[in-house]
């Protein structure tokens, strides 16, 4: 039995697999390696926001006095910190919006709509699509047995070839601002990027949540750092391996928070002018963006009506953008004069 033993702490990688065996056969769901992976992520990020959290009203004393004093003022710091985790779980279990559930919500639209009118198919009497774009509501397509094909393809300007819009992979016709994720596995509508520490993909429908995590984390990052340079600050008795725990937590800190910062004024921006990372990254491989001019947002309808869809977009609507007329392309590429400034051309 010692002998095995020895055995087994020899051969680490033989003893791991083992162990790993024997609880997958109690939790079956964590037999793939992907979903493992990403679950000791959660329970990474997890202890980490418990151990700068708990480091900080261990050595910091005076934070459980001023509790008691001002309950609310520790309430609220709770608070955020358990809204953050929530929202950081509840942005990970959420879909980003694949093209197949879409394609699958058109379909049943479609076959309900043929129930309902007790009439057989017909490219004229069915005209209904996933959402539409309230600026183009000329733009329903007939349904049929293709009705996917036929909404993809209004969506493009005429004479767009069908296999520049088609995945390569699901062999799905993509919407514009689509991408396929290999992640995934799948292809996302409004694809933005696949976040690994998330592991899930953000797009259309999962953004909104996204930011909201970013904003929260930052804050958190923010009110965190602010108590740890309080208790540097105070004229407390404490032992010198403390200060530099602390010393080395708010560093690590620190380089969070600036990079929580940016990514939170980045993806602000992305809101506001209707884009998202692929999209500016990568302007010149998606085919219907190579040929705009470089700060032509061609999905843009103004500040307030970018901000107003972000964040009223309702869950399992699937809102797929046609590409703008050359007409509106070249009004969205005219210069700003002083009188567009005047009539708040950009909102
Ligand atoms: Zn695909
Ligand atoms: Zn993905």
Same mark, same amino acid.
């Given at each position: 039995m010692v002998l095995k033993m020895i055995v087994d702490v020899c051969r680490p990688h033989d003893f791991l697999d083992r162990t790993m065996d024997r609880y997958i056969r109690f939790f079956p769901c964590l037999s793939d390696p992907v979903r493992r992976s990403s679950l000791g992520l959660k329970v990474a990020l997890v202890m980490l926001h418990l151990v700068y959290a708990g480091i900080l009203f261990a050595f910091y004393r005076h934070l459980i006095e001023e509790a008691k004093i001002k309950p609310w003022y520790t309430a609220s710091y709770f608070l955020l910190f358990v809204a953050t985790l929530i929202q950081y779980f509840v942005t990970s279990c959420s879909s980003p919006g694949y093209v197949l559930d879409a394609m699958r919500a058109a379909n049943e639209k479609d076959n309900a709509f043929r129930k309902a009118s007790k009439q057989p198919a017909s490219?004229? &009497?069915? &005209? /209904? /699509? /996933?959402?539409?774009?309230? &600026?183009?509501?000329?733009k329903t397509v007939p349904a049929d047995v293709t009705s996917w094909t036929k909404i993809v393809m209004d969506l493009y300007s005429p004479g767009t070839l069908l296999r520049n819009f088609t995945c390569s992979y699901c062999h799905v016709e993509q919407p514009p601002r689509t991408k396929h994720c290999h992640d995934c596995d799948r292809c996302v509508l409004q694809f933005d990027h696949h976040c690994v520490w998330l592991g899930t993909c953000i797009g259309q429908e999962n953004h909104c949540r996204f930011w909201w995590y970013i904003f929260e984390e930052t804050a958190l990052c923010l009110w965190t750092g602010i108590w740890y340079i309080s208790y540097l600050k105070a004229d407390i008795a404490r032992s010198w391996w403390k200060d530099a725990i602390v010393i080395v937590l708010l560093i690590t800190l620190s380089i969070a928070l600036i990079f929580l910062l940016l990514l939170l004024l980045f993806h602000s921006y992305l809101v506001l002018t209707n884009q998202t990372t692929y999209e500016l990254v990568r302007r010149r491989r998606i085919f219907y963006l190579r040929s705009l001019p470089e700060r032509v947002y061609p999905f843009s309808k103004? /500040?307030?009506r970018n901000l107003y869809e972000f964040c009223c977009h309702r869950g399992n609507i699937y809102n797929l953008e046609p590409l703008p007329s050359a007409q509106v392309i070249e009004e969205r590429s005219r210069p700003y004069t002083c009188s567009d400034i005047m009539r708040c051309r950009c909102c």
């Open positions: 490219s004229k &009497n069915v &005209n /209904v /699509v /996933v959402t539409i774009d309230r &600026n183009h509501p000329e103004g /500040v307030c």
